[in-house]
């Protein structure tokens, strides 16, 4: 690669990572992210030759406009930091494509840094992460190339000269491939561990401030794959699986066994009681008394406490609506101090047991839920009011799903032996299917039940939820998280999109559990393949990696700096203390070698200094080698209307250099005398070195005659 491309590719990645750096951290969403991308990269596709022709009235306009356009986002109440972040992108791509030579590099490298810093206070993931780790190990030899490219630029085209004489052709240099060769660009890679001590010390050091002033949403909000705030069957198309990781739970066995792989529990989001035949949705929309959770931590009583209790800490991603997934027979929930710096967020209750949080901006929220072992709840009773709610039936309702009921429970009895009569048969009789071909009909219920009988889980629940309301059980359709895979590689269980689930919760007024909702699932097993094991492995080791970069870099503050100080000062303190136990009494002792030890010191000072002056730094010159060095000089002057030596040439090399053919034979034999007299310490004869110098000038002036050398 040419010198030229290599400085050009390298100040187009530059820009990359900036850009790069600002999606993973969601300050701007993909087709804004995309368009940079594929501006920077035709910019640096385009020759000098065209960006040199471009009218720099043209450069002054583009911008100009880009800021109207910026003012036009900001009057239709697009977000602030979206359009000023965007529009830098814009001009990033800009001044990729109109630059010319290196002139314009420092402001690329600058963009750049800007970018780096806007995504390290919006989202500073682990895949800003990777960007500021790659802009780190590029930085210094695109500096470096930046550097060189303007010396070129600047000295050679204002007409210098090389040590010939001759005009330096820029283009040359340009297109040479030994500027920048291999070990220089490793050679350069050397400067960015120093580069990283350095920024992870300033990372520890520098006091945590308040920026979340400066967070902006998400360009489009997250939605988990069947997990809204309404369920319409009546819309539903085919379902793609989706890794996108949700929500990450730590959890261990109380007695102290083996983690599994696999922990098949139910995470509850929220429910809805009332179905017209197409979607279903909640008719109560009351919230009840809400919680702060500011700087501290704070519990959040759901139900009565339980002796026993087992304890899972969730960590959620950025959902929309904010709903916290709670497992089943929650009774508290802990949640720790949010960020410093960050928005306070309120928690409430809602309608159908489901719980909320709501804060300024789109934030990730950790909290420790206690769920009861056993299933000694107080009973309870549902209202009169409550349960009509709960066994209200669309208006319009096929007769046809209310003889499958009946013919489904005939013999049983219970609201739990129907409820497993009918969860049964829809288990063992209907398939589960991604693609719902029930959505787009007119009644979507009776076509699953009675024509397609595929589906997926929010088909089955409302089956099972309206199936068991016609024969008078109450019920609720439920959406949430099902099951969790544990990460090989972190102490947690990952929940995806994939994961997202629809129950059905029933009312059971008899035996051990009465007066409480039961949870019930009627969908049978998926079918559906997941990535690969090493493609599986790959993912968790980067949910992993992500998960301690959260912990541990994002989520760094001001407390965890006096924590890492007070860990950091004890040993110091501990050394400090035994010193001043050994120490002690010991005064005299301690001070009598203090003074042995400087008195050393200095007689090992003098010492030296006496040795130097004995024997004084560098060889004594010889009387040859002072001869050798006149005899340079005086050739330096007879050769100085052909080029002058350069600094770290030889005079062989220069006499070859410069030297005309017609002088060759008397020049080399002038190189001997001095070669012999310089390395090897021959008596250089003065009569013989003026016969050379004489032969020499002779042959230079040609025909001519000269004067002699004296």
């Not at 261990?252 to 139910?266: C, E, I, M, Q």
């Not at 595929?454 to 998280?481: D, K, M, W, Y």
């Amino acid at each position: 690669m040419t010198f030229r491309e290599l400085h050009n590719w390298t100040f187009a990645t530059v820009p990359v990572l900036g850009v790069l750096a600002l999606h993973t951290a969601a300050a701007i969403p993909i087709p804004v992210a995309a368009g940079g991308l594929a501006l920077i990269a035709a910019g640096a596709a385009t020759p000098e030759d065209w960006r040199r022709r471009i009218p720099s009235s043209a450069s002054a306009a583009i911008p100009l406009l880009l800021a109207v356009g910026a003012a036009v986002a900001l009057s239709r109440g697009e977000e602030p930091v979206l359009v000023a972040v965007a529009f830098s992108v814009a001009l990033q791509a800009l001044r990729v494509a109109t630059r010319h030579g290196a002139q314009h590099d420092p402001q690329i490298v600058v963009l750049a840094i800007l970018h780096l810093v806007a995504a390290a206070v919006l989202g500073g993931t682990i895949g800003f992460g990777a960007c500021l780790l790659a802009f780190t190990l590029l930085a210094p030899g695109a500096l470096t190339l930046s550097h060189l490219r303007r010396e070129v630029e600047r000295n050679y085209e204002a007409g210098a000269k090389d040590r010939a004489g001759r005009r330096v052709d820029v283009e040359r240099i340009l297109n040479s491939k030994r500027v920048a060769e291999p070990k220089w660009i490793l050679r350069s890679l050397l400067i960015a561990p120093f580069v990283l001590a350095f920024t992870a010390v300033l990372f520890l050091i520098v006091p945590r401030v308040g920026l979340a002033i400066f967070l902006l949403k998400p360009a489009a909000g997250t939605r988990m794959i069947g997990f809204s705030d309404s369920v319409d069957l009546g819309t539903m198309g085919a379902l793609k699986a989706n890794d996108t990781l949700a929500a990450r739970v730590e959890w261990t066995p109380d007695d102290g066994s083996t983690p599994p792989s696999l922990l098949p529990f139910y995470l509850r989001g929220t429910a809805f009681d009332a179905y017209d035949g197409h979607q279903w949705r909640k008719t109560d929309a009351s919230a009840g008394q809400a919680m702060l959770i500011s700087r501290g931590p704070a519990d959040v009583a759901v139900g009565p406490r339980l002796r026993r209790a087992r304890e899972l800490v969730v960590r959620l991603e950025p959902l929309d609506p904010t709903v916290l997934f709670l497992p089943s027979g929650t009774r508290r929930l802990h949640f720790e101090a949010t960020p410093d710096g960050a928005d306070e967020v309120v928690v409430h209750p809602g309608p159908e047991d489901e719980w909320r949080y709501e804060a300024k901006q789109p934030m990730a929220i950790r909290y420790v839920v206690s769920a009861e072992h056993d299933r000694s709840n107080p009973v309870t009773t549902l209202p009169p009011e409550e349960r009509a709610r709960y066994l209200a039936l669309p208006a319009k309702l096929d007769a046809s799903i209310a003889d499958l009921a009946a013919d489904l429970t005939r013999d049983a009895s219970t609201p739990n032996e129907k409820a497993a009569r009918i969860a049964n048969a829809l288990r063992t009789t209907y398939r589960y299917s991604t693609e719902a071909p029930s959505g787009g009909q007119a009644d979507p219920l009776a076509h699953f039940l009675f024509t397609s009988k595929a589906g997926h889980c929010e088909f089955f629940s409302t089956a099972l939820a309206i199936l068991l309301r016609t024969q008078g059980v109450p019920t609720r359709n439920v959406t949430g998280f099902v099951g969790a895979q544990r990460n090989a590689f972190g102490n947690y269980y990952s929940v995806r999109q994939q994961n997202a689930h629809a129950w059905v919760e029933y009312w059971n007024p008899l035996g051990e559990s009465a007066g409480r909702w039961e949870l019930l699932d009627a969908t049978p097993a998926s079918t559906s393949t997941g990535p690969t094991p090493s493609g599986r492995r790959l993912q968790e080791l980067y949910e992993a990696l992500a998960a301690r970069w959260d912990r541990h870099v994002a989520a760094f503050d001001l407390a965890d700096q006096a924590n890492l100080a007070q860990r950091l000062s004890s040993p110091v303190d501990r050394l400090q203390r035994r010193w001043s136990r050994a120490a002690r009494g010991k005064g005299p002792l301690l001070a009598g070698l203090a003074v042995a030890a400087v008195l050393a010191l200095a007689a090992w000072r003098w010492r030296r200094r006496a040795a130097g002056t004995a024997n004084p730094t560098g060889p004594v010159a010889s009387p040859s080698q002072h001869a050798a060095a006149e005899l340079a000089r005086m050739l330096e002057r007879l050769l100085a209307n052909h080029g002058t030596r350069g600094t770290h040439e030889t005079v062989r090399e220069y006499v070859a250099r410069v030297c005309p053919h017609t002088a060759a034979r008397e020049a080399r034999s002038l190189v001997e005398l001095y070669e012999a007299a310089r390395w090897g310490a021959a008596p250089l004869d003065a009569a013989e070195m003026k016969k050379a110098l004489r032969h020499l000038e002779e042959a230079l002036a040609g025909p001519r005659t000269t004067a002699a050398v004296s």
